[in-house]
């Protein structure tokens, strides 16, 4: 298959060449094309720039407004004691995005993509509306967050902001004509005014700096209530839909398709990732560390003690107007304007490649927008009129929950083909990469059961139904875990069958390959469709099977 962009002198783009070129004086980054993103054939540290740009993307679902709310709600509640799960959740979020990365940089297909080629039908269109499920329960918080900030800065009713936001669709289809590389740019922006604006908040609440190590490196978890909002800050940092979509990000580059070009590509994504993941990792313990200092300050008046114990988006506001003066307020308002635009960004897209990978569905990019946006606006707008701005906020811990249930769903199926060799070849996960995710994995399952488990029979015991409603109750939610638990050994205990034909093989005789191999592949990275940010057409069996 032709690349495109490429020249037409026969030139083959995957070599097994492990050569260096002196290109001092070449650019970081090589734009012949101005759709593609080309990496240059050289050993040094520059091509780090070409890579720059996926892990911002998705850095932005790890400071979204479920986050804030999550945030907000653990400093309120539990000061800076539950600040080691952002710590842990981060060091986790890293190891598991480098594998989605790598997934798509090895075998040149993302990990929805994989799904379909492995599962049945029946399986892959269950993984799909859990999918879609998740990333409309991700877009719920975006949605809230957004009408919140549109009600700090210009009073507009919380229910009118909710409306508003279908209006980002038009933004959305203005960022698509420009392709990927501008995106990343806006991406990386509004991520760093996000960090500007809460780092100057943290600079007007002086939090105690001892306490906020001691929160990081001491882990504490006190009764029920700070199990679930522990489960709630996991579910909003390690997100499902962020799998599907990192993996489908990377295809965005042109890379050396030799055995170093592929090793260098995983590896300075992990670099990438990490310097993203970082500062949303300092944004998150900013949240938490403006809101305990705030909520536990020797002068808070009787009106924010009670906004105190039950803090959300809206409350914070407010807030931090009272105790920390005006510009606090507009600073967390712009922030979280931010954070809910570039989340809906993301999670447009991401929304995209699981509909593509799935179900090999072409959906214009607009339609595809207001079909996810309308599914999330709708519960979004029925509990900010009913129950106003508590409940949407209770709105949020809800949909963060989700997530966190349905993220094994999403990480075994990725655990299970990076650590295939016959998927990824030389470059398949270590044996102490695979103990360390799957434990990760593990824990988090095993957390999301007990809770759900205790929740469920503690919700049956001190409810005033009758004893055959509880009864019934019982029978069905037990029926509904033991399908959970199911679909779970399902996804872990099944071999994977199917192979991927590999460029960078194993074995180093095999490693030289004729211009025949090479234009036959289906590797001719990268895909249009992720670089321009769109659908692509449905494609032939030959060049994606």
């Known amino acids: 298959m032709a690349v495109p962009g490429s020249s037409g002198s026969g030139q083959p783009q995957f070599i097994s060449s492990t050569g260096n070129r002196s290109l001092s004086n070449a650019p970081l980054i090589d734009t012949t094309n101005t759709d593609q993103i080309i990496v240059p054939d050289r050993t040094s540290w520059k091509n780090l720039f070409a890579y720059m740009g996926p892990g911002f993307l998705v850095s932005i679902a790890y400071i979204d407004p479920g986050n804030f709310e999550t945030d907000l709600q653990s400093g309120a509640q539990y000061r800076y004691e539950l600040l080691w799960i952002i710590l842990v959740a ?75 936001t279908g209006l980002s669709t038009l933004m959305l289809l203005a960022l698509q004509q420009y392709g990927v590389r501008k995106l990343e740019f806006l991406i990386a922006f509004l991520v760093f005014t996000i960090a500007a604006c809460f780092w100057a908040e943290l600079g007007y ?65 992990m670099i990438e990732s990490a310097f993203a993941l970082m500062v949303a990792f300092l944004i998150n313990v900013s949240v938490i560390s403006v809101s305990g200092a705030v909520c536990y300050s020797s002068n808070l008046n009787e009106e924010d003690q009670m906004n105190c114990r039950d803090l959300d988006l809206n409350k914070a506001s407010f807030l931090l107007r009272n105790v920390l003066g005006k510009w606090s307020s507009k600073l967390f308002g712009v922030a979280l304007l931010a954070s809910g635009q570039s989340s809906t960004i993301t999670g447009t897209y991401a929304g ?42 209770k709105l949020i811990i809800i949909a963060s929950m989700i997530l966190s249930f349905e993220l094994p769903f999403a990480l075994v199926p990725l655990l299970k083909f990076t650590s295939s060799k016959t998927k990824m070849g030389a470059h398949v996960n270590s044996t102490m990469i695979s103990a360390i995710t799957w434990i990760i994995g593990s824990l988090i399952m095993i957390i999301n059961i007990y809770y759900l488990i205790t929740g469920f029979i503690k919700l049956l015991l001190h409810s005033d ?27 872990v205990l099944r071999k994977n069958k199917e192979g991927t034909h590999l460029l960078a093989l194993t074995a180093p005789e095999n490693q030289q390959m004729t211009n025949e191999q090479v234009n036959g592949s289906i590797y001719s990275l990268p895909r249009e469709d992720i670089v321009n940010m769109q659908l692509p057409q449905r494609s032939s069996t030959q060049e994606f099977d």
């Open 90 to 164: 981060s060091c986790a979020a890293l190891v598991i995005q480098s594998m989605a990365a790598n997934l798509g940089v090895v075998t040149g297909k993302h990990l929805a993509e994989h799904c379909r080629a492995e599962y049945s039908r029946v399986s892959n269109f269950i993984l799909w509306v859990i999918a879609e499920i998740a990333i409309v329960a991700c877009d719920i918080p975006e949605v809230i967050g957004t009408a919140f900030a549109l009600n700090m800065l210009f009073n507009i009713p919380v229910w009118i902001g909710v409306l508003l």
């Open 352 to 393: 995209q490649y699981v509909m593509q990978g799935f179900l090999d569905l072409r959906l214009t990019p607009w339609i595809r927008n207001m079909l996810t946006r309308c599914l999330a606006i709708v519960p979004s707008l029925i509990v900010a009129v009913i129950g106003g701005s508590a409940g949407a906020g």
């Open 465 to 491: 139904i009758e004893i055959v409603a509880k009864v019934f109750l019982g029978m069905l939610g037990f029926s509904g875990m033991a399908v959970y638990l199911a679909g779970i050994a399902y996804l």
């Open 205 to 269: 609440a002086k939090p105690d700096a001892k306490e906020v190590v001691k929160g990081l490196f001491v882990p504490q978890l006190k009764g029920n209530g700070a199990t679930g909002l522990a489960i709630s800050l996991l579910g909003a940092m390690v997100m499902p839909h962020n799998l599907f979509l990192h993996s489908a990000l990377v295809l965005s580059r042109k890379i050396p398709r030799s055995v170093r070009g592929i090793k260098e590509a995983c590896r300075f994504y």
